[in-house]
Nanobody
Framework: QVQLVESRGGLVQAGDSLRLSCAAS????????MAWLRRAPGKEREFVAR????????YYAESVKGRFTISRNNAKNTVYLQMNRLKPEDTAVYYC?????????????????WGQGTQVTVSS
């Protein structure tokens, strides 16, 4: 079992930056591919970014490519999402997730463990 806990999100203005973190307990994160997904109001949960186990290859949704960066620190059992140049359309609940699979892992069904989610609101 893996327990994932996201850091608090927040309310920011368009163009601002925000970093989310996801701390894991129960098992070492180095055994899992990790990802961030989000659910905007009235929409289904969608893939944002993924980082593989090792080496740490990354993959991003087109909507965030060039603005968001996913990274991991296996020694700290933590995954991060650096979000720059935020837009109002980035407003969503952001979830950290872990998968034992390999590949692009853009489907929500690929993930075995989920955090509780954290709200990010971007005002215009």
């Amino acid at each position: 079992q893996v327990q994932l806990v996201e850091s608090r999100g927040g309310l920011v203005q368009a163009g601002d930056s925000l970093r989310l973190s996801c701390a894991a307990s129960g098992r070492t994160l180095s055994s899992y591919a990790m990802a961030w997904l989000r659910r905007a109001p009235g929409k289904e949960r969608e893939f944002v970014a993924r980082i593989s186990r090792s080496p740490s290859n990354t993959y991003y949704a087109e909507s965030v490519k060039g603005r968001f960066t996913i990274s991991r620190n296996n020694a700290k059992n933590t995954v991060y999402l650096q979000m720059n140049r935020l837009k109002p359309e980035d407003t969503a609940v952001y979830y950290c997730a872990a998968s034992r699979l390999v590949g692009l892992l853009t489907s929500t069904s690929a993930y075995d463990y989920w955090g509780q989610g954290t709200q990010v609101t971007v005002s215009s």
